[in-house]
């Protein structure tokens, strides 16, 4: 299976600043997602990180909040902008595709535990 | 309606018992569906995907009626290591984009 890390692990934000979390696999993957996790909620997905080009997005999730990047095959960055205490959740990355562990299966990153004061 | 549907529980259970978790999805489109296991603080990680043949593995089954929309999960002879949170996540367009039933919650006594 992959092996993903995220960065930060965990964090405690003010309200108004911005944080970049990191997502690392260790093998090239065809795909990568960004989800979050609110308290006591299941995953939502938030955007699709395209190599190259610019994010897709879902509903409700908009490019100015959560700006992404995908530099490569193996790497992915999701910053959350401007924060609230409502964006206090576990961000997750999650990858599929790659040539040693199949295409089908999607396997998640650690998370990173946000709490916006 | 909820794309995905699952009871959240939580279900209480002595150890040895068997469980059955349902779900139900609303899009008869979707493609492929999968049970995932999250422990508390921990990241999602995939149970069993789900055929509609159904499929077994030791101690758990998974079964699709694709006309009813429904998915189920059974666990036999439930281990005090088997309590988590069970996803229903289906898959609408094969895309990778995963919708997450709001989870099951098992709990296995002594």
């Known amino acids: 299976s992959a092996v993903i890390s995220q960065k930060p692990s965990r964090d405690i934000c003010q309200r108004g600043t911005s944080l970049t979390i990191q997502c690392q696999v260790d093998?090239?993957?065809?795909?990568m997602f960004w989800y979050r996790q609110q308290p006591g909620q299941s995953l939502t997905l938030i955007a699709t990180?395209?190599?190259?080009?610019?994010?897709?997005?879902e509903s409700g999730f908009v490019i100015d909040k959560f700006p992404i990047s995908r530099p490569n095959l193996t790497f992915s960055t999701l910053t959350v902008s401007n924060m609230s205490p409502e964006d206090s959740s576990i961000y997750l990355c999650?990858?599929?595709?790659?040539?040693?562990?199949?295409?089908?299966?999607?396997?998640f990153g650690p998370g990173t535990r946000l709490t916006v004061l | 309606r909820k794309e995905v549907e699952q009871d959240p529980g939580p279900f209480n259970v002595p150890e040895g018992a068997t469980v059955a978790f349902n779900c139900t999805y609303s899009?008869?489109?979707?493609?492929?569906f999968f049970w995932y296991r999250q422990d508390c603080r921990k990241e999602p990680k995939l149970l069993m995907s789900?055929?509609?043949s159904g499929n077994e593995d030791g101690r758990f089954t998974a079964q699709l009626n694709r006309a009813s929309q429904y998915i189920s999960l059974l666990i036999r002879d439930s281990k005090l290591s088997d309590s988590a949170t069970y996803l229903c996540?289906?898959?609408?367009?094969?895309?990778?984009?995963?919708?997450f039933g709001q989870g099951t919650t098992l709990q296995v006594k002594p």
């Open positions: 999650s990858v599929v595709g790659s040539l040693e562990w199949g295409t089908d299966t999607q396997y």
């Open positions: 093998s090239q993957v065809t795909m």
């Open positions: 990180a395209n190599q190259g080009s610019e994010a897709t997005y």
């Open positions: 899009n008869s489109a979707s493609q492929s």
């Open positions: 789900v055929y509609s």
């Open positions: 996540v289906v898959n609408p367009s094969n895309t990778g984009k995963l919708i």
